[in-house]
């Protein structure tokens, strides 16, 4: 039997996969979903989302697409890794992402450009289908991709940007960004995500074990085991997550009502040492 069902719940609370169902719509992340929402809606083109590994980007993305994906005047796309060493294999994967099909049974890059161009006018223009697509970790985007997504951004009609494009990314993609002048003219929203404060990592401790069937009674954290797991993560989600899924785990190994800070401690301290082992 899973962990979680000993102790009355009904799913896994703090699994690190991107569930937008344990989102927890932190101020920031609420902030960042809602100008997302705007810059879409207004079809201004570029958006850059920005935070440190850990900090919710990729189930930011999952809970947008839940938020688009019912209504019928958004087709959203998505790229979860941008690895590509090519503009051939770059401009490849963003036909395969648009479905678009070619007509010629060998098609060079011009034919590749042009199909993405007639995509984006005839969905965009002909069909008034706002065209979203999303790519996750995009620090991973070489200059050629970068260029690409440029020239795509060229695309508009005399009112709005025929592409809705938001990248989601680590704080070093900026800088890059920021190099490409004509690229960083069309950035429409740039948005930073920053850890949670304390009180924002006991609200994410308590969402995410209320969602997963916990009912209300006696707190599984004790008040000093969130204010040491928040001092130890630092407020970073992904990191508060993985902390809390040992310390359940340690609270059925030994038998205790609630995790404490001596048991959360003690983690921290395993945690530690491995690290300096694998130094070593």
Same mark, same amino acid.
């Given at each position: 039997m $899973? @962990?979680?069902?000993? #102790?009355?719940l009904d799913k896994e609370p703090f699994s690190t996969s991107p569930d937008p169902e344990f989102f927890y719509d932190s101020k920031e992340h609420h902030a960042a979903l809602m100008r997302l929402m705007i810059e879409i809606r207004l079809k201004r083109g570029l958006?850059?989302? =920005?935070g440190d590994v850990g900090t919710g980007k990729t189930t930011l993305s999952r809970k947008l697409f839940r938020m688009l994906k +019912?209504?019928?005047?958004?087709?959203?796309?998505?790229? #979860?890794?941008? *690895?590509? +060493? *090519? %503009? +051939?294999?770059f401009l490849d994967s963003l036909i395969r992402t648009f479905k678009i099909t070619l007509q010629k049974p060998n098609p060079n890059i011009l034919d590749f450009k042009e199909a993405i161009k007639d995509y984006l006018f005839r969905t965009g223009v002909e069909e008034k289908k706002t065209i979203v697509l999303l790519i996750d970790e995009a620090q991973k985007l070489n200059?050629? $991709?970068? %260029?690409? =997504?440029?020239? #795509?951004?060229?695309? +508009? *009609?005399? %009112? @709005?940007?025929? =592409?809705?494009?938001? =990248?989601?990314?680590q704080m070093e993609l900026l800088p890059r960004i920021r190099e490409i002048k004509n690229l960083m003219d069309r950035l429409s929203l740039k948005y930073v995500i920053n850890p949670l404060d304390l009180q924002g990592t006991r609200a994410m401790i308590e969402f995410r074990l209320k969602t997963a069937g916990y009912l209300s009674g006696p707190g599984l954290f004790t008040d000093d085991a969130i204010r040491e797991i928040y001092h130890y993560t630092q407020g970073y989600p992904r990191r508060i997550a993985m902390i809390?899924?040992?310390g359940l785990k340690e609270l059925i190994m030994h038998n205790k009502p609630a995790v404490t800070v001596?048991?959360?401690?003690?983690l921290i $301290?395993?945690?530690?040492?491995? $690290?300096?082992s694998q130094i070593i």
């Open positions: $899973s @962990y979680y069902k000993l #102790l009355g958006s850059l989302i =920005l +019912e209504r019928d005047d958004i087709i959203f796309h998505m790229i #979860l890794d941008p *690895t590509f +060493e *090519t %503009e +051939e294999l200059s050629l $991709s970068l %260029e690409i =997504l440029r020239v #795509l951004l060229n695309y +508009e *009609t005399n %009112e @709005y940007k025929l =592409l809705q494009l938001v =990248l989601l990314s809390c899924h040992s001596d048991i959360i401690r003690e $301290s395993q945690e530690v040492k491995i $690290s300096q």
